[in-house]
């Protein structure tokens, strides 16, 4: 029986023996992506995974309404009064245009001599502007907006005739100065932004496996955490959270873990950019391109009053060039040789051989200036099929990363998703026995909790 590292272990070679596994040949050399390098691709931009952190004002309201005393305030209320102040039901917790909104039931009693009035209902209304601080606390300013509109505008009490409305301006003060450090507390316990974002920091140090089949790690290098500014709305407090990160993709054994670093301080941009990209380089190997040929190439007949047919070929690479080799019957027997070469097209982003021509050095007499075989289509159809075929393979290797980064588990109740979306090429070079070209691979990513 294999350990985890071990089944993977004997899975890659496996697979890589069994040399049709193409998400395995387009992944073994995903690259860092790298905030900063000296490399060519430092042109690259950093990737940011994102998370939303959501809380109803319905939760907010609940815990709001169990730390709230029943008496807010006994004391004076002004023109030599004095006045109590009840809560007498729960808060009320909004959320629109970016504040929340809280409306607090209370009964007011004023006291005056050896008079008392009867309880006065109303509603304390206040409103909360909420902003995050460097150290992952959500920091409220609360604002006293007024009373319900259902309290009179006068009232006798024995010889004084009272505006409770006016009167109430005297109480608000220390009614907010014992609200303002409840609210703070409780929006922080029911957002728990820390709470959320440390683990999911912490777990991103270490690799996760996104493809059990290939065994295909993620590993992800953490650089900073930025957040844009947070939302009030729809009786939502919501904020997102973006971790600026390189990003690796590895296949085999599990990579060791990078070093944990500490939870940095938050960073406050206007809005996050939502995609990633992740530079890599993509291996089109060889034999997949000659199972490509095989339908147009092998055993066809090319010509007219002079014609051959196409028994073998091969492919090889040979001073950056793919050399074809094709062994051919009828009015010439042997070996003609044709070269290709890779070239990357910037401003419409593909990656087409050009160049392709017969090896006149070696060929002889059969290929000369004026030879027949410069106006058959075998050039064109090599061409032809094999820049169609490069980009299905490039297209194959943008699926299956996607599926593989559809669903990864961070940590617990915790899923990574993400979709590659585009390919962005570069050069490409060739080697002896693949075609390796450098790509971006960009797309969106979300954290999700459940």
């Known amino acids: 029986m294999f350990d985890s590292v071990g089944q993977c272990e004997y899975i890659a070679r496996s697979k890589f023996k069994e040399g049709t596994a193409i998400f395995y040949r387009f992944s073994i050399p995903f690259l860092y992506l790298l905030i900063s390098t000296v490399c060519a691709a430092a042109a690259v931009p950093p990737s940011s995974i994102n998370l939303r952190v959501e809380a109803s004002t319905a939760d ?174 729809n009786n939502q407090i919501k904020v997102s959270i973006g971790i600026i990160t390189g990003a690796e993709i590895i296949v085999g054994p599990k990579p060791a873990a990078a070093p944990v670093k500490a939870l940095p301080p938050v960073q406050q941009i206007p809005a996050l950019d939502k995609s990633f990209h992740i530079q890599l380089a993509a291996d089109i190997f060889f034999a997949d391109l000659v199972t490509a040929l095989n339908p147009v190439l092998l055993d066809k007949t090319f010509g007219d009053d002079k014609k051959i047919t196409i028994r073998n070929f091969s492919l090889k690479g040979e001073d950056g060039r793919l050399v074809v080799v094709l062994t051919t019957t009828g009015d010439f027997n042997g070996e003609i040789t044709l070269f290709a070469k890779p070239v990357y097209n910037a401003q419409n982003n593909t990656l087409t051989f050009e160049d392709v021509d017969f090896d006149t050095k070696n060929a002889g007499w059969l290929i000369s200036a004026g030879s027949w075989l410069f106006s058959s289509p075998i050039r064109g159809t090599i061409k032809t099929k094999l820049d169609t075929s490069v980009q299905e393979q490039l297209e194959k290797a943008r699926l299956k990363a996607s599926s593989a980064l559809s669903s990864v588990h961070v940590a617990e109740h915790v899923t990574l998703t993400g979709a590659v979306k585009s390919l962005s090429l570069g050069e490409a070079t060739v080697l002896n026995d693949r075609l390796s070209v450098q790509v971006i691979a960009g797309g969106e990513s979300s954290v999700s909790l459940k």
């Open 60 to 233: 907010l309201a609940t815990i709001i309404n169990q730390s709230l005393p029943k008496q807010l305030y006994k004391g004076q209320g002004g023109a030599g009064t004095s006045v109590t102040v009840l809560r007498t039901g729960p808060v009320v917790v909004t959320a629109t245009d970016n504040f929340v909104y809280l409306t607090l039931p209370v009964q007011l009693t004023f006291s005056y001599a050896v008079f008392e009035s009867y309880p006065l209902r109303a509603g304390l209304r206040f409103k909360a502007k909420m902003n995050v601080t460097p150290d992952w606390r959500i920091k409220t300013e609360l604002y006293y907006t007024g009373l319900s509109d259902n309290v009179a505008d006068t009232f006798k009490l024995g010889p004084l005739s009272l505006k409770p409305k006016s009167m109430v301006e005297n109480i608000t003060q220390p009614v907010q100065k014992l609200l303002a450090p409840i609210i703070d507390a409780k929006v922080n316990d029911s957002v728990q932004l820390r709470a959320k974002i440390a683990p999911l920091w912490q777990n991103a140090f270490s690799p996760k496996l996104v493809s059990k089949e290939f065994c295909t790690w993620l590993k992800l290098t953490p650089e900073k955490i930025v957040m844009s500014p947070l939302l009030a709305a």
